[in-house]
């Protein structure tokens, strides 16, 4: 008996170890695409001067902003058509999709760089590293982490989905390296973080901002914490941040054997307005942890 599950298991493992030899030679073939934007960008000088992030989920801050002035417009230049009090009821969610639009617009053009800096805070940086940014977007967080191993790595992986940043890219994350001088130590790589194109062990830091909300189901962040330890080597440290689903996130990685993961409440004004506007709903948490030795 125990002799039949050992060799499942070992058919298993085998045959986990053959797809993720084929998902990354399969990956490879069309990694010379990003080799070459890559070369273009660190030959060719941008004509930008400031790093540009972009702003997030832009469709909704439109949605919102349209939504409020509805509501305002209604509220305000239809004064007949409805008793005093749903007019000051319409007036106040005009006033709450302004607020949210405003919120979302402060994180992404502060807040961000805040969560950012938390993240790259809670490793203890020896400058040698090689790092995964999982869902880089445009670079945020692999652009300043690149700057934390001068003598590492930084690699950004993502399926770059264009309604989750304005101009999501992968040309926008090298542009932005080279525009902060790391470019050589900077790689994109096309691939979605449920299945990451890397080999198990590649990686002394895995990184990731804002990504865990964009899965869909409990499955996708079993297999999303599953893929990061798989790729991180032993003793390699994982920190991320997201609003939502990071209590599962901790207990998947502590069932998976991360033993020291944990999540850490993230203050700041943009976290604790956050807060505020969506009925608190909306708490952004640090999760850490490190990979057994
Ligand atoms: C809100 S953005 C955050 C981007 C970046 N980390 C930052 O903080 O600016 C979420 C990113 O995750 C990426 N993403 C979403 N689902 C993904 C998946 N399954 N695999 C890889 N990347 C994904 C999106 O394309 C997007 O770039």
């Known amino acids: 008996m125990t002799g039949g599950i050992e060799s499942a298991t070992s058919v298993f493992a085998c045959r986990l170890r053959l797809e ?41 801050v439109i949605s919102e902003v349209v939504l409020g002035v509805l509501f305002l417009a209604i509220s305000f230049l239809l004064p007949h058509a409805f008793p005093v009090y749903i007019r000051w009821v319409g007036v106040a969610i005009g006033i709450g999709f302004i607020a949210m639009a405003a919120c979302m617009l402060l994180y992404s053009t502060y807040g961000k760089l805040a969560v950012r800096n938390t993240i790259l805070d809670s490793i203890s940086w020896k400058g040698d590293e090689r790092v995964l940014d999982i869902g880089c977007g445009r670079g945020l967080l692999l652009v300043a982490a690149a700057k934390h191993v001068p003598d590492g790595s930084a690699v950004g992986v993502d399926v770059w989905n264009r309604g989750a940043i304005m101009g999501n890219s992968a040309s926008a994350a090298l542009e ?13 790589e ?12 590649s990686f002394d830091v895995v990184l990731s901002n804002f990504v865990v909300h964009d899965l869909n189901t409990a499955h996708d962040r079993e297999q999303m914490m599953s893929e990061a330890l798989r790729i991180l080597r ?8 997201d609003f939502m689903f990071t209590d599962h996130c901790v207990e998947i990685l502590r069932r998976q054997g991360m033993n020291d993961a944990r999540r850490t409440r993230i203050a700041g004004f943009s976290s604790w307005l956050g ?19």
């Open 20 to 60: 993720c030899h084929v998902n990354v030679s399969r990956h490879r073939e069309n990694q010379g695409d990003f080799e070459a934007l890559a070369d273009r960008h660190r030959r060719k000088p941008t004509m930008k001067k400031v790093a540009d992030y972009g702003i997030d989920s832009p469709f909704m």
């Open 176 to 188: 932005t390296a080279a525009l902060e001088g790391v470019a050589s130590r900077v790689r994109v």
């Open 190 to 201: 096309e691939g979605d973080a449920r299945q990451l194109p890397f080999l198990a062990g």
């Open 234 to 241: 032993p003793g390699g440290h994982l920190a991320f941040v």
């Open 275 to 293: 807060t505020v506007l969506m009925l608190s709903t909306f708490q952004m948490y640090l999760v850490t942890g490190s990979k057994e030795a």
